[in-house]
């Protein structure tokens, strides 16, 4: 079993419909959550980061995270083209090293 | 871009020749990391640093050796390139240390091709 799981895109959204994202983990004392986009050619870009449990909102996106579930999504509302992009889930432990552990990514792409 | 430089950019090599790439920041991160991105995977931890001369492995160093002279620089080396070390590298640095608030964000990118 991956540490981090991603589900299998690619995904395909029509312009402004939501988008959801997932991402499971593995290791139950992982304290910190990221959401990055990485546009082709181009560096990973943080997007969200998620501390606690619950939802944490910024403008259309929206992270949410389930400690019991070992669970953490990723919604986009009013999706557009310009969101066309591989979303990468990351996961922390809560360890000095500051080490992520990332999924393998899905990619989305929003349809004018 | 949090001050991320590397170089070079792109590189096309041979079979079994050293090859060194430089991570270059600007703010007096403490951690650097290297990464690498294959087709189809998310970013692998090659090696990472926590200060001056102070390092430790990833989950894919086999092949790889780092060094951290300064601050602001982390050279990842490849001793003798072999093409399955074809890939994209990343570095990243941490800002932000509080528990809550720790994030990592990445450099432009090297684009490896050894041949």
């Known amino acids: 079993q991956k540490e981090v799981e991603q589900n299998s895109g690619p995904l395909s959204v029509p312009e402004g419909a939501i988008a959801s994202l997932n991402c499971t983990y593995s290791d139950r004392v992982s304290q910190s959550f990221f959401w990055y986009r990485q546009y082709s050619g181009k560096s990973p870009e943080l997007i969200m980061s998620i501390y606690s449990n619950g939802d944490k909102e910024d403008g259309r996106f929206t992270a949410q995270l389930n400690k019991a579930s070992q669970y953490v999504s990723l919604l986009i509302r009013d999706s557009q083209p310009s969101d066309s992009a591989t979303y990468l889930c990351a996961v922390r432990l809560g360890t000095n090293a500051g080490k992520s552990t990332f999924g393998d990514g899905t990619t989305l792409t929003v349809k004018p | 871009d949090a001050g991320i430089t590397q170089s070079p950019r792109h590189k096309v090599t041979e079979t079994g020749t050293p090859v060194t790439l430089r991570c270059h920041q600007t703010?007096?991160?403490?951690?650097m990391y290297w990464y690498r991105q294959d087709p189809g995977h998310g970013l692998r931890l090659i090696h990472y640093s926590y200060g001056v001369k102070d390092t430790d492995k990833g989950e894919v160093s086999d092949g790889y050796s780092v060094s951290r002279s300064k601050t602001e620089d982390f050279l990842l080396t490849l001793e003798s390139a072999t093409s399955s070390q074809t890939s994209v590298y990343f570095c990243a640095i941490r800002a932000g240390l509080a528990a809550n608030t720790d994030t990592q964000y990445f450099g432009p990118g090297t684009r490896l091709t050894v041949l």
């Open positions: 703010e007096n991160h403490r951690y």
